[in-house]
């Protein structure tokens, strides 16, 4: 069974802090997909990855896909009020994507 | 209008009860997907479906049952709500040739 474990899984932070959020499997994924998901709403995707090593910077939100594509990590510089949600990671694998448990994170103004 | 619909959007109901849950989706997709989200555990997928008759089993099908009625629409039937089926339904759409999917903004089902 594939398996993606998300760390931490609660962040609180102050608006202009830095932070990374992990996501691990000891399973290979042919794509990898971070997702936010807001109070009352579906989870809205933010970026696929493919490339083992691949960088990804979306504003102030870098993603990287590890190497050998079992890992991938969430960067986030200058963090604001707005950036408040919960981060899913999802590997994709037979046509299927296999989710994290999700990082919720809130940004204090 | 939202590209993928979902009905109701909250639901209460009792044990023993038969549920539906709808999803329609505008964006021509031919795969769709339910969901289930609970605190903690991110979502787990229930069942999908690439074509109108192609049914699959996810994770955690047992409970459970779909239905494709056309290529835009998928329902889930709880035949029998239990307690432990309380928790946040997401229905998804996606391509054919790509990994993305398009969630709709959930049902939030109680089971008492």
């Known amino acids: 069974t594939q398996l993606l474990e998300q760390s931490p899984q609660f962040l609180s932070i102050q608006e202009g802090e830095n932070l990374t959020v992990y996501c691990n499997s000891s399973s290979v994924f042919s794509s990898l997909q971070w997702y936010r998901q807001e109070p009352g709403e579906g989870p809205v995707l933010l970026v696929t990855?493919?490339?083992?090593?691949e960088v990804k910077k979306l504003k102030r939100l870098t993603f990287q896909f590890g190497d050998a594509r079992k890992d991938s990590s969430l960067h986030i510089t200058a963090a604001q009020p707005g950036d408040t949600g919960l981060y899913l990671c999802?590997?994709?694998?037979?046509?299927?994507?296999?989710f994290g448990s999700g990082t919720r994170l809130l940004v204090r103004p | 209008d939202a590209d993928v619909t979902q009905t109701p959007r909250n639901r209460i109901t009792k044990t023993g009860k038969r549920i539906m849950l709808e999803c329609s989706q505008t964006k021509g997709h031919d795969r769709m997907y339910w969901y289930r989200q609970d605190p903690g555990l991110g979502l787990r997928l229930i069942y999908y479906?690439?074509?109108?008759?192609?049914?699959n089993k996810g994770e955690i099908s047992d409970g459970y049952s779909v239905s494709r009625q056309a290529q835009a629409k998928f329902s889930l039937s709880l035949e029998s709500a239990i307690p432990n089926q309380t928790a946040l339904y997401f229905c998804a759409s996606g391509m054919d040739d790509a990994d993305t999917q398009y969630f709709g903004p959930g049902t939030r089902l109680t089971v008492l």
């Open positions: 479906s690439f074509d109108v008759k192609d049914i």
């Open positions: 999802a590997g994709e694998g037979s046509y299927k994507l296999i």
């Open positions: 990855v493919v490339t083992g090593g």
